[in-house]
């Protein structure tokens, strides 16, 4: 039996261009004479719709989409994942399903069991598991078919109480299929491979997992789809960041054709202590990943052009040479925007950076604005001394006039903001803090000088002197980042163990931190809740993002 | 048996406060002799937590507040609401629980079954379900305890596969309590009534409801505690939108003592189609609301000031004097920012309401700052006509001056939206959609006439000329919303049915509205998430807002 996977990357409620990929692969398999395609998980409409969900209208089109793709189905089976309506009257509306199509017909149904909801995910929100279980037949083979999560629950991980393939196995199937939409993060590639291997260990049948890719706002799904043979070795291993068929012809014996082992048994390779912040931990894979959120957030919205401001500081840059991959040099448009803080090299230093990308840039100046600006508040200011509120002014001058451009060109603004930035508040909402989507949101500071020496690993893109020198929001004389903030070496390890690894005060300077730094730090992250609240949406990298996957109250008072 | 509900305003987090106030209310529950307290759910760190769940401490913090108040109930029975830990290594890590103390001791606990996991509600994130169930013997009786959602599935839900009460009921229980944390919108008050009362005609045992109050950032909370007899008669009913306390004397007979009936057995008087909207249902119920939503997030967050763009329109009139209402009107800053394009009309209007209201007010006008943005962007503008890009630019300057003032001073800026453009996209990003709490993006804007409607009902606070002109933001000569808009009574009606009843277009042309007009309203709605995913929060009044209780995917391409 001859199965190819798809690992496709799909636009959320897009039912044209879903079906029209999907119909395109089933056409491909059938020129190559596979017998049974698998797609992942929810791909008829994208994951994850989200409320989306509750419009009729919505699961209509996915019954639509379902019955076009099945009249493609003469002589080849397609297992296929999309949202199914519960008929029972209890429970919620909708299943999490995967279908079996054959010969135009649905063949059978299965449901999803172990709804994720925590960090990213509300799968409970719209779906009823299931509570009942049976294998597929086709082919004269018996399938065990699961949708993502259904396989993470082997025993050790306490979420959940049922295990859906020790129901499955009673029925000796043949092979495992899990049907998937897994996102990344840094962490995620080893870790999703031992749980599939343990699987196989487990249950001692070949295990084939068809992971979906691309990024949808900000949740990046990776690819890297799996196949196992029944002794856990890896035999296929999808690509990542892109679209990928595999093939594999499983015998009736059980095994799979004359395949080279991908790799050993021992899958992870990397030796990675989650307790200790590690800067340089797989900076290549999360620049993958960034310039891969950036494309498709460009594609699936349908914008082509970017601005962002130029700075001459490292995190302006890191965005610049990132969105020049992404969308192409010509495509991002510099705006420098100096004020009359700005030292020289700030200036020559984004020049130097976009001459070496050849992106477009332009250079205006801010301080006839914010001029206007106090001229006019003059009245209302009198005589107080320059502080906060005049940074904000010329931060929100900026951020004015990038949309300015931006919205004249029809240009769509990247934030630049890091995630230390983003954690500590260390930004003006309406100035730095806009943008349509945050590249470096979830990148703490020493992560984004990762980044930068990995754009630079083939010789010099962003210039030396910004990664070397001290940075500065320069709005005001002299300003440095360390006049306000800890030294980001410290500030983002405590930044780590309290975002990632949910360690309170207590714990943190236990770790060895100074209790009053840890304590300031953690007081930063809690007040700022109300600007994450107001801020774009992040390209998610980390286990742990601002944004979806973490919901704090903003009115709390609960500093530790 | 004499009982007492505490119907009490927390601050979530604020363990503090929280404490102190619980055990005020055992300590004067004491003085009146009572044998049981009945608080509301998780009122001991108040609702909804969210995510600081996940801290180890933030738990601890509410074991070491249940150890404090359990030291001061000598003699007095209990019964409160508190997450606790999961002991078995399967399922979620907490529950969310009823304690029942006594005499320094937890007498006995038990854990919510129905997690209600849709609009704003994410309680499966968190907790595990119950599974058992029992009732508590407390004073000779038997009680069953439920929190919340348990008793809203009586068989006619969908929503869950099990009614908790069901198993409880076999054990005879004297009473039914529940503890409750049920967020108001302007259909809930009668919906909650019926439901209850529902409870009581199939299990034919009296009820008593606790319910909190208070505002928690954009979930409004408007307590109402209920007591039925036996026989579904409504025997006392809290104050809304303020804290209460009810006291019940139980007797051995199984009836509450010499009580008159609050009203007979029908409760609800509001004859309501919920399939037309009504613009003027609720008015006083929407007004108090938004009151104590203002208030609340004021205190809670401790702020003092506001500032608002007054701009002698009816949105940031109605915003003015709801916000007097609420701060007192020497803490509300108005300030007047009129463009070239604005009427004279404007800024009499506006000076004419705030002389009215009596709050201080400011006048900038904005042309000197825009024109020296129009000044810098010569270079790269160069002669393009002018657009909507021109538009935004005054906008910003006017959200650029308001945080400007608001940053200076410690003001905080009250955003004016309402919910059709909200819904429509019709507004500036980072300019008119600047705030740190939305007061009327959850009212249409028809509504929003009703609520001026309903502030002038004992004489005229907002001058009639504000009511009866076209709305317009003045941005461009002799602008009106209508160049841009339908006419707002269709628009309101039109998103009401697909926001709140979440009709597709299909269905909605189908109730008789102009088939291009349906279109183009929900693909505005649809186009329009991005600049939503930015906004503040809204205070939440209907029973579909927009924030945090309807989640799209912002890359999505669906548009009916």
């Known amino acids: 039996m001859k199965i190819i996977l798809a690992q496709q990357n799909y636009h959320i409620g897009n039912f044209e261009s879903n079906t029209q990929k999907i119909i395109a692969a089933i056409e491909e398999g059938k020129k190559q004479h596979a017998d049974l395609m698998v797609f992942s998980e929810l791909c008829i409409c994208g994951y994850p719709p989200l409320d989306l969900l509750d ?3 919505f699961i209509e089109k996915c019954n639509e989409s379902i019955d076009m793709i099945r009249s493609h189905t003469q002589g080849i089976g397609v ?3 999309t949202p199914s309506v519960n008929e029972k009257k209890e429970g919620k509306n909708l299943f999490n399903s995967a279908y079996l199509l054959y010969n135009n017909t649905i063949v059978d149904v299965v449901h999803k069991s172990l709804l994720p909801t925590y960090d990213v995910f509300d799968e409970y929100r719209y779906f009823e598991p299931a509570y009942a279980w049976h294998t597929m037949m086709f082919n004269g083979k018996k399938l065990a078919v699961t949708i993502c999560e259904d396989i993470w629950n082997l025993g050790d991980n306490p979420l959940y109480r049922i295990c859906p393939m020790d129901a499955l196995i009673k029925e000796q199937p043949d092979v495992m299929i899990n049907l998937s939409a897994s996102p990344f993060d840094y962490t995620r590639i080893e870790e999703r491979k031992a749980i599939i291997q343990a699987n196989v260990a487990k249950y001692k049948i070949p295990l084939i997992y068809c992971n979906t890719v691309g990024s949808q706002t900000e949740i990046i799904f990776d690819g890297g789809s799996l196949v196992f043979d029944k002794d856990a070795n890896l035999l296929k291993e999808g690509k990542y960041f892109e679209e990928d068929m595999l093939t594999v012809n499983f015998l009736d014996n059980g095994s799979f054709e004359e395949m080279s082992i991908a790799t050993s048994k021992e899958i992870s390779s990397v030796k990675w202590n989650p307790s200790v912040y590690d800067q340089h931990l797989h900076t290549d894979r999360i ?4 310039v891969l959120g950036v494309k498709d957030y460009f594609s699936k919205m349908g914008f082509k052009h970017a601005i962002l401001g130029s700075s001459g500081g490292i995190d302006s840059a890191v965005t610049l040479a990132i969105a020049c991959e992404a969308l192409g040099n010509e495509n991002v448009h510099a705006l420098l925007l100096p004020s009359q803080y700005s030292t020289g090299h700030s200036v020559d230093d ?5 001459k070496k990308l050849g992106n477009p840039y332009d250079l205006i100046a801010i301080q006839p604005v914010f001029d206007a600006f106090m001229d006019q508040l003059k009245p209302i200011y009198k005589d107080l001394p320059f ?3 005049e940074e904000n002014i010329q931060a929100r001058t900026r951020g004015n006039l990038l949309m300015a451009v931006a919205n004249k060109f029809g240009y769509i603004l990247l934030n630049t903001t890091n995630k230390s930035e983003c954690a500590t508040g260390y930004g003006t909402l309406y100035g730095d803090m806009a943008g349509g989507i945050s590249v470096l949101g979830d990148v ?8 930068a020496n990995h754009i630079n690993r083939n010789g010099e893109i962003i210039p030396q002197h910004i990664i070397d020198k001290a940075p500065s929001a320069e709005l005001r004389p002299n300003q440095k980042d360390s006049d306000s903030l800890p030294d980001y070496s410290l500030l983002d390890a405590i930044l780590y163990q309290y975002i990632e690894r949910h ?3 207590k714990e943190i300077i236990a770790m060895g931190f100074e209790k009053e730094m840890v304590e300031r730090t953690l007081r930063l992250v809690n007040i700022s809740e109300y600007k994450r609240n107001q801020f774009c949406p992040i390209i ?6 601002f944004g979806v996957g973490r919901r704090v109250p903003i009115v709390a008072n609960y500093l530790s």
Not at 287 to 290: L, M, P, T
Not at 444 to 451: I, N
Not at 540 to 545: D, L, Q
């Open 444 to 451: 703490y500071k020493m992560q984004v000088y990762a980044l």
């Open 503 to 505: 360690h309170g005060s």
């Open 287 to 290: 620049y993958d990943a960034i």
């Open 350 to 354: 984004a020049v130097a950076l976009s």
């Open 79 to 81: 297992l296929i994942g």
């Open 540 to 545: 998610r990298v980390s286990p742990k993002a």
């Open 387 to 389: 502080n906060l509120a």
């Open 55 to 57: 419009f009729t209208n």
